[in-house]
């Protein structure tokens, strides 16, 4: 049983996500009926699966809740701000008290509950107070979705014959076969067996009747009620031919003969007859004159009608997802990175041994474990617009308590990335759209003189861009205000009062730890952790920040981030008899390095790559190779920081993916190094953290400085 | 609204305009009139332009006239989009004759608009 509470657990958070969405989409499009129906099918399905795995005090709340959106489905009741913050609240309330029978707590009904109940109810008992004098003059046909079964198809074979004369009140059949059509899989066969010759022929008269074959999540009422004002001018029969079991397969494979009989069109004797010939039974019907050609026609009907039910019902079962534990999902990553290792060695040692069948076979192998790393890769990929939708809320929310007027907007929800990468997002970015709140748009009134409008745009947006995925958060506010972040930048000592920096190295300067330029505190930020947590979030997934900012005009923060970060592409590098991996993503080019290059510099770490100077690091010296450095070595450039800065290494070999292995405990302060990765031949090289050797270069760079002075 | 035209291989009677229950009076009598003199009646709905029940009540019960008097009701043109999409509406189109056979010519038989 608790394996079935614990998909339920699951499925409510799923709903309650969906809901958020809904309701903060309907509060900018009250009148959207979707999103009303939206809104009243996830609270529906969260009481009925409450109810169903015994979570009872949710079944109560929910359905006050859902008795309130009914109100409103129905068009009876307005949706304002007050019932969409009342019913955030409550999905809240709902929130926790899923969780807390997560953690285990036995969960007393919380006085926030039983008051946000009551709140619905007392909406509910108000608004029929007030309404029912004109509800009593209502006489409102209910919609026929109103009476929707949900997720439970039935199927129904209705005959409809309107009398000769409906057309003089004015009633076209053909738009109520229309309306029949709108609830669900409809097919229709016109029964014109009573159509007269030319000389006996009332133009004005209708002979045709119907047999229609429906499969909908309506009730029956529903189709009646089409037919609801022409009920006494025609012969309507409607039946459920559902199958009990709810399975449409037998029926599928009941042959034409036995459809006839089961609809009383022939008996059985006069089928058993007819099948000892060979024709069609169809055209042997027919041509025996036991049916008329037209009853053939409807039974065909009916039999195409359930195999395409059939059909369809397959479909969406194929598409149908199925839940996994993300443990699962991990472990079999990791055995997919044990392959491509095996793999790889299983290359290595076909290509030494120069065995064209053993290559082939290594070809084959090599060929299949991409396949195999690719879908593996992209079962774990998720759309970022589940992130991205939370941050709706955030936005409302703060934006209310700061007394601004700020809207949310998103590009390219449905772009993919690694569960892991989506999971360690979600801090870096709360963040930084909660600093655009704060620091970034200006009070509606300051806006409107600086001549913006009120409305202030935080815009999150999501592409991809090779092997990683860009995401942009971008404000329209007041911009950075590069004057003080130099200033305090010097107040804390972080750069000299002479220090040139460019533009971009400046706004580099925020990410610093305990930096903040705010002036006050608030419940929000200023407290000058949130940036720092920001570069140490996104570090940790190996990707990149850019800040760029106009005054006035608004700031915009550029993270790049690798897809995945299981497997990455690296550059396999060797100083000496060891190997290292680096991160491709931040590599811009690679570039020899001559001793008469080191002349050129004086002595100096810097090379004219391309026109402009780039400093650079020498690997085997940071990390102390005693060997010595051959004659021609390699510069690989890279982007870190908004900068470029070279790491020198003896050879660069090439392209490699990499399987991150991680370092394990014991190594767990060595920063400069991210994880580690076996090559083909068994050797382990290192992942450099390319950013964090950069800064232990500086330290120690720093520490140099101050101690010449002494 | 109504053309007729005699040939040697029959008359063609060429309807344009709204068939639908305003016309249907008319359109039944210029039927039953040609239906009588023609031998093989070819029927150009091609200039119809809007169709109902009543339109397609009147198609049917020409082409079984004809049928009874061992005549041959041809659709000169094939049927316009506008009859078309009433035939589908009313579920008049269909795989098989409704006598059989005898009926394989059935008008409302349009190969391409099954199963669309």
Redesign the interface.
């Given at each position: 049983m608790d394996k079935f509470r614990e998909a339920f657990r699951e499925e409510a958070h799923e709903l309650l996500a969906e809901l958020e969405t809904s309701l903060l989409e309907l509060e900018k499009e009250p009148g959207d009926e979707d999103l009303i129906g939206r809104v009243f099918r996830a609270m529906h399905t969260l009481k009925g699966s409450s109810g169903m795995f015994g979570f009872d005090d949710i079944k109560k709340l929910t359905h006050d809740i859902e008795n309130v959106y009914d109100m409103v489905r129905s068009g009876k009741m307005a949706v304002n701000s007050a019932l969409i913050d009342m019913t955030l609240r409550a999905c809240d309330e709902v929130k926790k008290m899923v969780e807390a029978e997560e953690d285990g707590e036995a969960v007393p009904e919380s006085e926030a509950a039983l008051a946000i109940s009551g709140a619905f109810r007392s909406l509910l008992e108000d608004f029929r107070g007030e309404a029912k004098p004109e509800a009593a003059h209502d006489g409102r046909v209910p919609r026929a979705d109103e009476e929707k079964k949900e997720g439970n198809a039935h199927t129904y074979r209705i005959s409809f014959r309107p009398a000769a004369d409906i057309f003089l009140s004015g009633t076209n059949p053909l738009l109520l076969l229309n309306e029949v059509r709108d609830l669900g899989l409809c097919d229709i066969v016109a029964r014109t067996e009573q159509i007269p010759s030319l000389n006996e022929i009332d133009p004005e008269a209708c002979y045709t009747g119907w047999e229609v074959m429906l499969t909908s999540e309506h009730d029956i009422n529903a189709i009646r009620d089409i037919f609801i004002f022409v009920e006494d001018q025609c012969t309507l029969d409607i039946e459920d031919i559902t199958d009990d079991s709810g399975d449409e397969e037998a029926r599928e494979d009941r042959k034409l003969g036995e459809i006839l009989v089961k609809r009383g069109d022939i008996s059985e004797p006069d089928l058993r007859k007819i099948l000892d010939s060979h024709k069609k039974i169809g055209e042997i019907l027919v041509e025996s004159g036991v049916v008329g050609a037209e009853k053939v026609e409807i039974a065909l009907a009916e039999q195409k009608h359930v195999r395409e039910v059939k059909q369809r019902k397959q479909v969406v079962e194929a598409a149908a997802s199925i839940r996994v534990p993300a443990e699962k999902l991990d472990r079999l990553v990791n055995m997919v990175g044990e392959l491509v290792t095996v793999q790889s060695r299983l290359s290595q040692i076909s290509t030494q041994r120069n065995d064209p069948l053993l290559i082939q076979v290594a070809e084959e192998v090599e060929r299949l474990m991409a396949d195999l790393r690719d879908n593996t890769m992209s079962i774990r990929m998720l759309a970022i617009g589940s992130t991205f939708s939370r941050f709706e809320r955030l936005v409302r929310d703060l934006s209310a308590e700061l007394g601004k007027d700020i809207v949310l907007k998103t590009e390219g929800a449905e772009t993919e990335l690694d569960k892991t990468v989506i999971e360690k997002l979600n801090d870096p970015l709360v963040h930084l759209i909660r600093n655009c709140i704060d620091h970034g748009i200006e009070a509606p009134a300051v806006r409107e003189a600086a001549g913006k409008p009120r409305q202030g745009t935080v815009l999150l947006a999501a592409e991809h861009a090779g092997a990683h995925v860009v995401i942009t958060i971008r404000d329209d506010g007041a911009g950075l205000d590069g004057e003080a972040i130099r200033a305090k930048a010097i107040e804390r000592g972080i750069i000299a009062p002479d220090a040139e920096l460019s533009e971009r190295e400046l706004y580099a300067l925020i990410l610093q730890p305990g930096f903040s330029t705010a002036r006050k505190v608030t419940s929000v930020s200023g407290r000058g952790v949130g940036m720092d947590v920001v570069k140490k979030g996104i570090d940790a997934l190996q990707g990149t920040i850019e800040i760029i900012s106009k005054k006035g005009k608004g700031s915009s923060i550029i993270l790049k981030l690798p897809l995945t970060l299981a497997i990455i592409d690296g550059l396999l590098v060797r100083i000496e008899e060891s190997y290292f991996i680096m991160p491709l993503s931040a590599i811009e080019e690679c570039v020899e390095l001559t001793n008469a290059d080191i002349a050129r510099a004086h002595g100096k770490c810097i090379a004219e790559i391309r026109g402009e100077i780039v400093p650079y690091l020498r690997l085997r010296d940071a990390f102390a190779f005693a060997g010595q450095r051959p004659a021609i070595e390699q510069i690989v450039t890279t982007r870190i920081n908004g900068g470029r800065v070279g790491f020198v290494v003896d050879q660069v070999i090439g392209g490699h993916q990499t399987v991150i292995k991680s370092m394990g405990q014991m190594c767990k302060d060595i920063k400069t190094v991210s994880g580690a990765t076996i090559l083909g031949d068994g050797t382990v090289a290192l992942i450099l953290d390319l950013p964090k050797i950069v800064e232990q270069a500086e330290r120690e760079e720093a520490v140099g400085r101050n101690n010449s002075r002494y | 609204m109504f053309e007729l035209v005699e040939g040697e291989r029959g008359a063609t009677l060429t309807v344009s305009g709204e068939l639908t229950?305003q016309n249907?009076?008319v359109?039944?009598d210029a039927?039953?009139e040609w239906?009588e003199k023609s031998d093989v009646l070819h029927l150009d709905l091609g200039g119809v332009t809007d169709a109902?029940?009543?339109c397609?009540?009147?198609v049917?019960?020409?082409h079984?006239?004809m049928m009874?008097m061992k005549k041959n009701l041809n659709m000169a043109s094939g049927l316009p989009g506008s009859i078309i999409k009433?035939a589908r509406?009313?579920?008049?189109v269909?795989?098989?004759?409704?006598?059989?056979?005898e009926?394989n010519n059935c008008v409302w038989i349009i190969r391409d608009e099954v199963g669309k």
């Amino acid at each position: 049983m608790d394996k079935f509470r614990e998909a339920f657990r699951e499925e409510a958070h799923e709903l309650l996500a969906e809901l958020e969405t809904s309701l903060l989409e309907l509060e900018k499009e009250p009148g959207d009926e979707d999103l009303i129906g939206r809104v009243f099918r996830a609270m529906h399905t969260l009481k009925g699966s409450s109810g169903m795995f015994g979570f009872d005090d949710i079944k109560k709340l929910t359905h006050d809740i859902e008795n309130v959106y009914d109100m409103v489905r129905s068009g009876k009741m307005a949706v304002n701000s007050a019932l969409i913050d009342m019913t955030l609240r409550a999905c809240d309330e709902v929130k926790k008290m899923v969780e807390a029978e997560e953690d285990g707590e036995a969960v007393p009904e919380s006085e926030a509950a039983l008051a946000i109940s009551g709140a619905f109810r007392s909406l509910l008992e108000d608004f029929r107070g007030e309404a029912k004098p004109e509800a009593a003059h209502d006489g409102r046909v209910p919609r026929a979705d109103e009476e929707k079964k949900e997720g439970n198809a039935h199927t129904y074979r209705i005959s409809f014959r309107p009398a000769a004369d409906i057309f003089l009140s004015g009633t076209n059949p053909l738009l109520l076969l229309n309306e029949v059509r709108d609830l669900g899989l409809c097919d229709i066969v016109a029964r014109t067996e009573q159509i007269p010759s030319l000389n006996e022929i009332d133009p004005e008269a209708c002979y045709t009747g119907w047999e229609v074959m429906l499969t909908s999540e309506h009730d029956i009422n529903a189709i009646r009620d089409i037919f609801i004002f022409v009920e006494d001018q025609c012969t309507l029969d409607i039946e459920d031919i559902t199958d009990d079991s709810g399975d449409e397969e037998a029926r599928e494979d009941r042959k034409l003969g036995e459809i006839l009989v089961k609809r009383g069109d022939i008996s059985e004797p006069d089928l058993r007859k007819i099948l000892d010939s060979h024709k069609k039974i169809g055209e042997i019907l027919v041509e025996s004159g036991v049916v008329g050609a037209e009853k053939v026609e409807i039974a065909l009907a009916e039999q195409k009608h359930v195999r395409e039910v059939k059909q369809r019902k397959q479909v969406v079962e194929a598409a149908a997802s199925i839940r996994v534990p993300a443990e699962k999902l991990d472990r079999l990553v990791n055995m997919v990175g044990e392959l491509v290792t095996v793999q790889s060695r299983l290359s290595q040692i076909s290509t030494q041994r120069n065995d064209p069948l053993l290559i082939q076979v290594a070809e084959e192998v090599e060929r299949l474990m991409a396949d195999l790393r690719d879908n593996t890769m992209s079962i774990r990929m998720l759309a970022i617009g589940s992130t991205f939708s939370r941050f709706e809320r955030l936005v409302r929310d703060l934006s209310a308590e700061l007394g601004k007027d700020i809207v949310l907007k998103t590009e390219g929800a449905e772009t993919e990335l690694d569960k892991t990468v989506i999971e360690k997002l979600n801090d870096p970015l709360v963040h930084l759209i909660r600093n655009c709140i704060d620091h970034g748009i200006e009070a509606p009134a300051v806006r409107e003189a600086a001549g913006k409008p009120r409305q202030g745009t935080v815009l999150l947006a999501a592409e991809h861009a090779g092997a990683h995925v860009v995401i942009t958060i971008r404000d329209d506010g007041a911009g950075l205000d590069g004057e003080a972040i130099r200033a305090k930048a010097i107040e804390r000592g972080i750069i000299a009062p002479d220090a040139e920096l460019s533009e971009r190295e400046l706004y580099a300067l925020i990410l610093q730890p305990g930096f903040s330029t705010a002036r006050k505190v608030t419940s929000v930020s200023g407290r000058g952790v949130g940036m720092d947590v920001v570069k140490k979030g996104i570090d940790a997934l190996q990707g990149t920040i850019e800040i760029i900012s106009k005054k006035g005009k608004g700031s915009s923060i550029i993270l790049k981030l690798p897809l995945t970060l299981a497997i990455i592409d690296g550059l396999l590098v060797r100083i000496e008899e060891s190997y290292f991996i680096m991160p491709l993503s931040a590599i811009e080019e690679c570039v020899e390095l001559t001793n008469a290059d080191i002349a050129r510099a004086h002595g100096k770490c810097i090379a004219e790559i391309r026109g402009e100077i780039v400093p650079y690091l020498r690997l085997r010296d940071a990390f102390a190779f005693a060997g010595q450095r051959p004659a021609i070595e390699q510069i690989v450039t890279t982007r870190i920081n908004g900068g470029r800065v070279g790491f020198v290494v003896d050879q660069v070999i090439g392209g490699h993916q990499t399987v991150i292995k991680s370092m394990g405990q014991m190594c767990k302060d060595i920063k400069t190094v991210s994880g580690a990765t076996i090559l083909g031949d068994g050797t382990v090289a290192l992942i450099l953290d390319l950013p964090k050797i950069v800064e232990q270069a500086e330290r120690e760079e720093a520490v140099g400085r101050n101690n010449s002075r002494y | 609204m109504f053309e007729l035209v005699e040939g040697e291989r029959g008359a063609t009677l060429t309807v344009s305009g709204e068939l639908t229950i305003q016309n249907a009076s008319v359109f039944r009598d210029a039927l039953r009139e040609w239906v009588e003199k023609s031998d093989v009646l070819h029927l150009d709905l091609g200039g119809v332009t809007d169709a109902d029940l009543t339109c397609l009540q009147l198609v049917c019960s020409a082409h079984r006239s004809m049928m009874n008097m061992k005549k041959n009701l041809n659709m000169a043109s094939g049927l316009p989009g506008s009859i078309i999409k009433t035939a589908r509406e009313a579920g008049f189109v269909r795989e098989h004759g409704c006598r059989g056979e005898e009926s394989n010519n059935c008008v409302w038989i349009i190969r391409d608009e099954v199963g669309k």
